[in-house]
């Protein structure tokens, strides 16, 4: 597990491609039940630290509840939410690798894009604990640095899948994400 792990450290960093991770619907599918977990969870205590740190966001916010933030609706939503965005995601980059001609490395691109969401989506989780209690300017900036990283690595990942330039690629990942939650907030609308 820590090997995997190490890949897709390595594609976070730019250091290895889809290329290096194994062709294994088993890995896949295991990336995409782990990922969806830890996104609801780190979602949910995101919300309630923010809630917990300024109590105001409730005032502001009124669909933003600390009781709703844990009941079976909310979990629900976040399910959904989770659910739509990695299934646009998989289709998304399905289509683009069929029309590229390079259908065969869907699964490891595919595990490519959830292996370096989930490292990504644990080091944000972490950060932002650590820099909310420091200042909420730092995490603003902290989540938005690691927003663009995110988009650079998943454009790294199709860069090396497509064998386009790099720029292209993250366009393309931008596009991604951006369907990926327009298809997400609709689902749950």
Known sequence: MVSILWTFWRICTFKAGPDTVPAS????ALLLAVNAIVSIVVSVA????????????????????????????????????????????AGSVWLILNLMNFGNRFQRTLSAIFGVDLVITLISGL??????????LL?????????????????FI????LQIHIGFGIA??????????ALSQAAVS
């Open 25 to 28: 619907s088993f890995l896949l």
């Open 46 to 89: 995101i919300t309630a630290a923010a809630v917990y740190v300024d109590p105001s966001l409730l005032e502001e916010n009124p669909n933003l509840s600390m009781d709703q933030a844990f009941t079976a609706g909310a979990f629900v939503n976040a399910l959904t939410q989770v659910v739509v965005g990695q299934a646009s995601v």
């Open 127 to 136: 950060l932002f604990f650590v820099t909310l209690f420091i200042s909420p």
């Open 139 to 155: 995490t603003s900036i902290t989540i938005t640095a690691l927003m663009f990283w995110s988009l650079t690595a998943i454009g």
């Open 158 to 161: 199709l860069h090396r899948a």
């Open 172 to 181: 393309l990942s931008l596009f991604i994400v951006l369907f990926s939650i």
